[in-house]
């Protein structure tokens, strides 16, 4: 019987602990919503991050596991980012497919990785990274310029690769270089030029 009472006690005791965790994730995903459409900023914010991070790491002069591992994270982003939802090379799919020739009907480029969720992972390990930097066990001391070297030997046969595959299935995944359309004209301005 005592049991059950101490169990009631400990769960009466968490729920204004809960009530409260409940309330920051609201208030958490209402900013994160009403920061959606402010691109812009919401990368600023994140390169600022990034440099605090990299500052602290340069002051320390340690943590470069820890870096290694952030750079590894932020290639794979980078690879999901710039992959299409669908990919014909490795799902053969009836929906829609990146047209291979000229005659192929348009489809619009869908993203693997939305910018969004790849700004917020992108920001949320530069947090995490941050925070590790105050705990000495994740100091492993290592020969940085060798994570380094191999870090860059990694990108550049990973960006080959998918810059071999743009080129095969045709594909562009920034807006740059693009058309961009103006959209009917009004017909107000056709109206005056007959009542001339």
């Given at each position: 019987m005592e049991g059950t009472g101490g169990s009631s006690a400990s769960a009466a005791a968490a729920q204004p602990v809960n009530q409260r965790l409940q309330e920051f994730s609201k208030l958490f995903q209402y900013y994160l919503d009403k920061s959606t459409p402010h691109s812009t900023y919401r990368w600023i914010g994140t390169f600022v991050i990034a440099s605090i991070y990299l500052l602290r790491v340069f002051y320390i002069q340690g943590f470069y596991i820890v870096s290694y591992g952030l750079g590894i994270y932020m290639l794979n982003l980078l690879i999901g980012f710039l992959?299409?939802?669908?990919?014909?090379?490795?799902?053969?799919?009836?929906?829609?497919?990146?047209?291979?020739?000229?005659?192929?009907?348009?489809?619009?480029?869908?993203?693997?990785?939305?910018?969004?969720?790849?700004?917020?992972?992108?920001?949320?390990?530069?947090?995490?990274?941050?925070?590790?930097?105050?705990?000495?066990?994740?100091?492993?001391?290592?020969?940085?310029?060798?994570?380094?070297?191999?870090?860059?030997?990694?990108?550049?046969?990973?960006?080959?690769?998918?810059?071999?595959?743009?080129?095969?299935?045709?594909?562009?995944p920034f807006n740059l270089g693009k058309q961009k359309y103006g959209g009917k004209k009004s017909s107000g301005s056709s109206i005056g030029s007959r009542a001339d």
């Open positions: 992959s299409p939802l669908v990919d014909p090379e490795m799902e053969p799919s009836d929906g829609p497919l990146l047209p291979t020739k000229g005659s192929d009907e348009f489809k619009p480029f869908i993203r693997r990785l939305p910018e969004f969720k790849f700004w917020y992972s992108f920001t949320k390990a530069f947090l995490i990274a941050f925070l590790m930097t105050f705990f000495s066990v994740f100091d492993v001391p290592v020969f940085w310029p060798i994570l380094l070297c191999y870090w860059v030997v990694l990108f550049v046969l990973t960006m080959r690769r998918q810059i071999a595959h743009m080129i095969k299935y045709r594909y562009i």
